[in-house]
């Protein structure tokens, strides 16, 4: 059975109209999640403690669409890299 990971994240951006970090080693790695409906739930607790600053944003990326699970493993995955 295939996995459905979502990654929660955010911080602060360059400006609201944007998605650029202001600062990337400052971005909150909320967590990893088994499914998107707990990855909401993340997503929208960490969106509410900072709905006071208009340059934060949090998003959910489907890490699940990242990989076909499908296609062969490329040459550096092959070798562990």
Same mark, same amino acid.
């Given at each position: 059975m295939t996995?459905?990971?979502h990654l929660v994240f955010g911080g602060e951006l360059t =400006?609201?109209?944007k998605n650029v970090?202001?600062?990337v080693a400052a971005i909150d790695i909320v967590g990893m999640f088994p499914n998107y409906a707990s990855a909401y739930?993340?997503?929208k607790s960490?969106?509410?403690r900072t709905? =006071?600053?208009a340059h934060?944003?949090?998003f959910i990326a489907h890490i699940?669409?990242?990989r076909d699970e499908e296609t062969a493993a490329s040459p550096t995955e092959e070798l562990g890299n």
């Open positions: 996995q459905r990971l =400006d609201p109209t970090f202001k600062d739930d993340a997503w960490a969106a509410h709905v =006071d600053n934060m944003r949090y699940h669409r990242l």
